[in-house]
């Protein structure tokens, strides 16, 4: 049962186009689910209130690379190493050397 409330939200009628600017959940869906008999209970997660079809898609990963509605905000956020300092050798066992869950590998 609980794959078919997933392809009711995530493909709705097989061959139809997905009108991603929909909401992803909403009371009527999650009340139409409830009048199936089931063991579990849906309802109106408030991660997902105010998202659309569209963004849970991204949050799935399935908008991949060369789709023209990808987008990852990591890709888009600069990185600032200029002040970084990464040592030329690092020992874990030398820099804390008390540390009871650190062993040299056999």
């Known amino acids: 049962m609980k794959l ?4 009711a ?6 061959g139809e186009e997905l009108n991603l600017a929909l909401p992803a959940v ?3 869906w999650a009340d139409e689910l409830n009048s ?4 579990w209970t849906a309802h109106v997660s408030p991660r997902f209130a105010d998202v659309t079809l ?3 898609k991204q949050m799935c990963g ?3 690379k060369g789709d ?4 990852n905000p990591l890709e888009d956020k600069p990185r600032d190493d200029s002040n970084a300092y990464i040592p030329a050798e690092f020992n874990v066992i030398e820099q804390w050397p008390d540390c009871a869950d ?5």
């Open 26 to 28: 909403s009371k009527a």
């Open 62 to 64: 399935t908008i991949m």
């Open 36 to 39: 199936i008999p089931k063991a």
């Open 9 to 14: 939200l995530v493909g709705g009628v097989v």
């Open 102 to 106: 650190i062993r040299p590998c056999p």
């Open 54 to 56: 569209g963004e849970v």
């Open 68 to 71: 023209a509605s990808y987008n």
């Open 4 to 7: 078919l409330a997933l392809g």
